[in-house]
């Protein structure tokens, strides 16, 4: 992925996401709350308020709500900085109406957990400390300045100051706590969800160049019409131009040619989608076809194919699947972009499995992150790219070739060479990182498996 794509995938600009009318429906729903608070307190429970300060404080909300669906569209999407300000709007509004009813000693003090909530999944994280310190300020504030709330007999109702020091660490632990797990739920569902979407989105690529050749198949089979047609005149000006040889020649040229044309139509066609070659490719075929973009990119790769102590001799055949080729591309990318000078691709069977190991000699996995491998977006792409020329992430590859591969039915397991407890590979040279893709052999082979492929020869074009 490029530079200009990053901040995209990385979700940092989630915050453009929410609809404006979306943050005024529930500020509607906060105004009917605090009014219906409010009076409840007063005319039931008989509560002296500063009523007209309170309304006050409600009606700067109302007011905020009107502008916004006046000046606005309903389509409207904030940005970080307006989302920003909208929360920290309802933050402050919400603090000045607490200030008025008791600050920390009223119950509804809670619901200063609901800004900071919000900031924590649609915003970044910097606007998230912001909104989530000026919360922990305001209840700070709060605990100690706030207008008292009496009775109407002129009673003050203050909860004891060991409970009020409770509710205080209870709202500050609880900001940090479900602030720091919201946003951090958060930034992972997105993260999942933007690197599957990257995955559809090379399986889809892989898809369309491996039904390139059913269009061309199509096109073989449109074309056989009026080559069918060149070839019939061309028959009848040969009979007819006995007398006359130089243009005898022509027109035995002109059928030849379309004979010519026929055959390649008709070798084009094999390509199609329907193909049985197509379909199917031994398992030599397959790697070396994940490969080849890797090739001639200064590292030597190096194949080695071979079934185990008690498997077939002969090389499997196996489905070639989009998923299948363009997973393992992406782990011999990966190799080759951290290998020093060379990769090992070796590939084995047995009678009831298939396994594909791919090699370098690079620096491997750093050892802290090899149980994460495969979750997307495990580290940002460095800035310098002097030692690795090539290295774009190793977050969203990985994630894209394990997802791919793990659909089509393999596992994987991730190694270090130099790693003394690992059971890949017992060969020092190979000190780098070592992945292992295993398949249930009657997943993926083409012949004896679950899906096997029909024999027979592709039918030529009869023209």
């Known amino acids: 992925m490029t530079d200009s794509n990053t901040s995209l995938w990385r979700g940092q600009e989630r915050s453009t996401w929410i609809r404006l009318r979306t943050l005024i429906l529930l500020r509607w729903v906060a105004i009917i709350g605090q009014f219906t608070a409010i009076t409840v307190a007063q005319q039931y429970y008989h509560v002296?308020?500063?009523?007209?300060?309170?309304?006050?404080?409600?009606g700067v909300s109302v007011m905020g709500n009107l502008t916004a669906i006046l000046l606005f569209p309903e389509?409207?999407?904030?940005?970080e900085f307006e989302n920003f300000l909208m929360v920290l709007f309802d933050l402050l509004?919400?603090?000045?109406?607490?200030?008025?009813?008791?600050?920390?000693?009223?119950p509804f003090a809670l619901l200063l957990l609901g800004p900071v909530t919000i900031s924590a999944n649609v915003m970044s994280t910097r606007s998230t400390l912001i909104i989530g310190s000026v919360a922990v300020i305001l209840t700070t504030l709060l605990a100690q300045f706030h207008l008292p709330l009496r009775t109407d007999l002129g009673l003050v109702l203050d909860i004891p100051d060991v409970l009020l020091f409770?509710?205080?660490?209870?709202?500050?632990?609880?900001?940090?706590?479900?602030?720091?797990?919201?946003?951090?739920?958060s930034s992972e569902v997105q993260s999942m969800s933007e690197a599957l979407s990257a995955t559809h989105m090379a399986l889809a690529r892989e898809q369309k160049l491996t039904d390139l050749g059913g269009v061309v198949a199509a096109a073989a089979h449109e074309l056989g019409t009026p080559l069918a047609t060149i070839k019939l005149a061309s028959s009848e000006l040969i009979e007819e131009l006995d007398d006359r040889p130089e243009l005898r020649e022509d027109a035995a040229l002109i059928r030849e040619q379309a004979d010519r044309c026929r055959d390649i139509l008709r070798d084009m066609g094999r390509a199609g989608k329907d193909d049985l070659h197509l379909r199917q490719a031994p398992l030599s075929t397959v790697i070396h076809e994940a490969a080849e973009p890797h090739i001639n990119r200064g590292k030597e790769?190096?194949?080695?194919?071979?079934?185990?102590?008690?498997?077939?001799?002969?090389?499997?055949?196996?489905?070639?699947k989009p998923e299948i080729i363009h997973g393992l591309r992406n782990l011999i990318q990966n190799a080759v972009d951290f290998?020093?000078?060379?990769?090992?691709?070796?590939?084995?069977?047995?009678?009831?499995?298939?396994?594909?190991?791919?090699?370098?000699?690079?620096?491997?996995?750093?050892?802290?992150?090899?149980?994460?491998i495969?979750?997307?977006?495990?580290?940002?792409?460095?800035?310098?790219?002097?030692?690795?020329?090539?290295?774009?992430?190793?977050?969203?590859?990985?994630?894209i070739a394990k997802t791919l591969l793990e659909r089509s039915g393999a596992e994987l397991y991730f190694a270090n060479g130099a790693d003394p407890y690992q059971t890949l590979t017992d060969q020092p040279e190979r000190r780098g990182?070592?992945?292992?893709?295993?398949?249930?052999?009657?997943?993926?082979?083409a012949q004896t498996g679950d899906t096997p492929v029909p024999s027979g020869a592709n039918q030529p074009f009869q023209i």
């Not at 389509?75 to 940005?79: E, G, M, T, V």
């Not at 071979?306 to 196996?318: H, L, R």
């Not at 691709?345 to 149980?371: C, K, L, N």
């Open 48 to 58: 002296q308020l500063e009523l007209a300060l309170c309304y006050s404080a409600i």
């Open 166 to 185: 409770g509710n205080w660490a209870a709202i500050i632990i609880a900001i940090v706590f479900i602030g720091a797990y919201s946003h951090r739920i």
């Open 75 to 79: 389509n409207k999407r904030l940005s």
């Open 93 to 106: 509004q919400l603090s000045i109406l607490l200030y008025l009813t008791g600050g920390l000693n009223n």
């Open 301 to 320: 790769v190096r194949f080695d194919e071979g079934p185990v102590a008690d498997g077939d001799v002969q090389q499997p055949s196996i489905l070639r």
């Open 374 to 399: 495969g979750d997307p977006f495990m580290r940002r792409r460095r800035s310098d790219h002097s030692s690795r020329p090539e290295y774009e992430g190793m977050g969203l590859g990985l994630f």
């Open 433 to 445: 990182a070592i992945v292992k893709v295993v398949w249930p052999r009657k997943l993926i082979d």
């Open 339 to 372: 290998a020093r000078s060379n990769v090992w691709v070796e590939a084995e069977w047995t009678s009831d499995r298939i396994s594909v190991s791919i090699m370098d000699d690079g620096r491997g996995y750093p050892s802290h992150v090899i149980g994460r």
